[in-house]
């Protein structure tokens, strides 16, 4: 008998057909954000088996897995909600355990909406820069990734039969439903329309609930990591930019704008979602890397004048390191760069995540 304490639930839309549709644009949204997740995670700390395949092409494709990957899970945060509301009268189900099997069940659910509201709400509170955590984001976003989809593919399993006898659309469907499934989709459409803009230019003047407007900002662009954060980085007035290999040598910023300058178009795309393309005018890392008689093959490890902190120091693999379109930028459209930008000198690589776009480099190091 079920005590009378339960709480009852009026509305009809707590059943299995409301949970499939959804389940099924939640899944969708999900599979992306988790692939492009992993290919986050490969470019920016890629694993030794790993390196030979990565590649500088397409130039935007950070830019796009990225952006796809803070969309979804942006998506996936008014999804999850309705997911949640359509199923949570189950929580309240009497008996609490009817066996092993029906235990495991529960306690694998509840696994995968821990795991999935973490994993959600870091993300989107790495978005806003905001960090209230004692533990590392990276590295928690994704094992806790994984363990999300562990979870998801079990109860996926357990549910198998039930999504199967509810995946075809019934011969007479629920007027609330529809009604509900098309607020969920305005819901999804004002998160979508609202924040990618970010990254996605045409959507740019819809940029209202975006943490950044990626056109704002000195010379045009977002800063993550101002001068005065990395410790007010102070360029010493000798500053010259030291080349370590076979045939180390320094050069000064005047003797840099003397050697050949390329000019490339290529966006800053920070793992938080918002990217932004610029003008770039530098000189060519495989230039500086010639000269300092870099076997072929040669990777980078490079330095920041920065005194900490995570994105000090980077390393760039060959396949970076070779492309004629990876500068030591020197200027950001046609202008010498702001402090905040990176003066007096950065890196800008194509299809690279915005972490590895150093700024205020002191040192390349031949690896
Ligand atoms: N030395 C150093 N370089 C850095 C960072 C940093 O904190 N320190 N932040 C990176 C990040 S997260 C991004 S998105 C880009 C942003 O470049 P911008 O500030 O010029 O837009 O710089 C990258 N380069
Ligand atoms: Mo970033």
Request: charged share 15%.
């Amino acid at each position: 008998m079920t005590p009378n304490l339960l709480p009852r639930f009026r509305s009809a839309l707590h059943e299995p057909r409301t949970a499939v549709v959804i389940g099924r644009w939640l899944g969708a949204a999900l599979l992306v954000c988790f692939l492009t997740g992993l290919v986050s995670h490969a470019l920016q700390d890629p694993p030794g088996w790993l390196t030979p395949y990565l590649s500088s092409r397409p130039v935007n494709g950070y830019r796009v897995t990225q952006g796809l990957h803070v969309i979804t899970g942006l998506a996936a945060v008014p999804l999850l909600g309705a997911k949640l509301w359509t199923v949570y009268p189950q929580l309240f189900a009497w008996p609490p355990v009817r066996g092993v099997a029906h235990a495991l069940e529960r306690l694998g659910i509840f696994v995968l909406v821990a795991a999935m509201l973490l994993e959600l709400f870091t993300g989107l509170f790495d978005t806003l820069q905001w960090y209230p955590w004692p533990f590392p984001f990276r590295q928690t976003h994704f094992w806790l990734a994984w363990l999300a989809a562990g979870g998801l593919f079990v109860h996926l399993a357990a549910k198998g039969p039930l999504i199967a006898l509810h995946w075809r659309r019934p011969a007479a469907g629920l007027p609330q439903r529809r009604a509900f499934l098309a607020a969920v989709t305005a819901a999804v459409g004002v998160v979508t329309l609202t924040t990618a803009g970010q990254t996605v230019p045409f959507l740019r003047r819809l940029v209202l609930l975006a943490p950044r407007r990626p056109d704002l900002g000195p010379q045009g662009l977002p800063v993550n990591r101002t001068a005065a954060q990395a410790g007010t980085v102070t360029v010493p007035a000798d500053w010259r930019l030291r080349v370590d290999g076979p045939q180390p040598y320094r050069l000064s910023l005047a003797e840099l704008n003397q050697l050949p300058q390329y000019e490339v178009h290529l966006p800053i795309s920070c793992v938080e979602g918002w990217s932004f393309s610029a003008r770039w005018t530098g000189v060519r890392v495989a230039d500086l890397l010639v000269r300092a008689g870099a076997p072929a093959g040669s990777g980078l490890l490079i330095t920041s004048l920065e005194a900490d902190g995570p994105y000090r120091e980077m390393r760039m693999p060959a396949e970076y390191a070779v492309d004629p379109l990876t500068l030591l930028a020197l200027r950001i459209n046609g202008e010498v760069l702001t402090a905040d930008h990176g003066f007096p000198a950065r890196i800008i690589a194509p299809n690279r995540p915005g972490v590895l776009q150093t700024k205020w480099v002191a040192r390349l190091e031949v690896i």
